[in-house]
């Protein structure tokens, strides 16, 4: 049974240097503009062009299908579960690949978005939560605002919600992850460059490298931010509550595939340092078999997988 949300008083904002960070200059804040915008655009204008001009190839959808699994996992592997909760630790080449390829999905360098995941966590759906849907109250209007501010609208706020020092300090002590962090722009090129060149290249044409930039770019890009986001949303507005979590995290099951297996978000709530999400029979969870492959070839240990006992547990509190 798939239910809103119970309600709750509004949440607070605070205005605390330890929660909400510096301000963004007027550079920063553009580019978080043109790489919010400029896909979501993208993504509206897909269907017509596709619909009026059959302007995609075999070939663009194929390469859309593997960019987007493979920088989708990126984020949900390394910056999710690897490095914001420490569900495992990986060999020192898996750890900089794939937070690479986290990278090349255009949602932010590596310590940044660990830093508002983990203030996120810090305080979920209370005062200080950078993107709870709860802020404006209950009422339908206030709850359509908050579904805009906990989808995307937090990201337009001109503050930096992250606070690095406070949030991710041993991310900023691993020289890979700072490393890598501070290439997040060559990633972002190479993000959209790389499909119009394999595409350009594979067809000869100009045609085929901007058709590829298109669809394996930036639509691409586009339906990866609206899945994560929706993790944000969706997933604290509507669905199942299985295990006891102190806030308003919920499983969406329609999300399960395309989230790489992040819509199990009760559970992931529950137990956050727990690598796998999706518990019950029947729960698709691809990053935690991701995970499974890498523990069995050698390549990440120390492995929190969740126990039945703890499990149980949790979910005779959610019942009572």
Not at 30 to 58: D, E, K, N
Not at 86 to 93: D, E, H, L, T, Y
Not at 150 to 156: A, L, R, T, Y
Request: net charge positive; glycine share 8%; aromatic share 12%.
């Amino acid at each position: 049974m798939t239910t809103l949300a119970p309600q709750a008083a509004p949440v607070k904002k605070r205005q605390g240097k330890a929660v909400m960070g510096e301000k963004r200059s007027l550079w920063q804040q553009t580019l978080v503009y043109l790489f919010l915008v400029i896909p979501t655009l993208a993504l509206a204008a897909a269907i017509p062009i596709a619909w009026q001009t059959g302007w995609m190839s075999g070939l663009d959808a194929v390469m859309a299908i593997v960019f987007f699994f493979a920088t989708g996992h990126g984020v949900t592997f390394a910056y999710h579960r690897m490095l914001t909760h420490g569900s495992f630790k990986a060999n020192r080449p898996v750890k900089i690949a794939s937070t690479i390829l986290a990278g090349m999905a255009v949602q932010g360098n590596a310590v940044g978005w660990v830093a508002d995941h983990r203030r996120h966590h810090a305080f979920s759906d209370k005062e200080g939560d950078p993107h709870s849907p709860w802020l404006f109250g209950t009422g339908p209007v206030a709850l359509m605002k908050g579904f805009w501010h906990s989808h995307m609208g937090w990201m337009f706020q001109r503050e930096n919600t992250s606070n690095v020092e406070r949030y991710a300090p041993d991310l900023l002590k691993d020289k890979d992850i700072v490393w890598v962090s501070k290439l997040f722009p060559l990633w972002t090129v190479l993000t959209f460059l790389l499909p119009a060149a394999i595409g350009g290249l594979a067809t000869m044409s100009w045609t085929g490298a901007l058709t590829a930039f298109f669809w394996a770019g930036v639509v691409r890009v586009a339906v990866l931010h609206h899945t994560t986001w929706s993790t944000n949303s969706v997933c604290h507005m509507v669905g199942e509550r299985p295990f006891k979590a102190r806030d308003k995290a919920a499983n969406f099951w329609p999300l399960a595939i395309v989230s790489f297996g992040e819509s199990w978000h009760n559970m992931h709530h529950a137990d956050p340092t727990s690598a796998r999400h999706g518990v019950k029979r029947g729960q698709i969870d691809t990053t935690a078999r991701i995970i499974w492959i890498c523990e069995k070839f050698g390549w990440v240990s120390n492995v929190k997988w969740p126990s039945p006992e703890r499990l149980a547990r949790l979910e005779k509190e959610a019942a009572h």
